[in-house]
């Protein structure tokens, strides 16, 4: 089995900082493209940040200059670190990951149990 376990999100205030880690467990030969999503009450998922295993990158318009993703490999876990937050950032925040197992020949998707990230004054 894959597990993705969601770590670092929390109550923050307006223009500070919260970095979100995801890692990835169980019988795993191989991650390939990670990212992070978001889901805000009364709104769709949105794709916040995604990156690929050789370290390629890319984020929603809203959070260019504010948020950054980046992998460790060895480690199977990826990061999100966010900074100048927002309000609008207020959303419970998913990792997503495409891996195969071992004993499979395809990549599958998994997602995480999701973390809360609240801004607020």
């Known amino acids: 089995q894959v597990h993705l376990v969601e770590s670092g999100g929390g109550l923050v205030q307006p223009g500070g900082s919260l970095r979100l880690s995801c890692a990835a467990s169980g019988t795993i030969f191989r991650v390939y493209y990670m990212g992070w999503y978001r889901q805000a009450p009364g709104k769709q998922r949105e794709l916040v940040a995604g990156i690929t295993s050789g370290d390629n990158t890319n984020y929603v318009d809203s959070v260019k200059g504010r948020f950054t993703i980046s992998r460790d490999n060895a480690k199977m876990t990826v990061y999100l670190q966010m900074n100048s937050l927002e309000p609008e950032d207020t959303a419970v925040y998913y990792c997503?990951?495409?891996?195969?197992?071992?004993?499979?020949?395809?990549?599958?998707?998994?997602w995480g149990q999701g973390t809360q990230v609240t801004v607020s004054s």
């Open positions: 997503n990951a495409n891996i195969i197992a071992l004993g499979s020949a395809r990549r599958d998707e998994y």
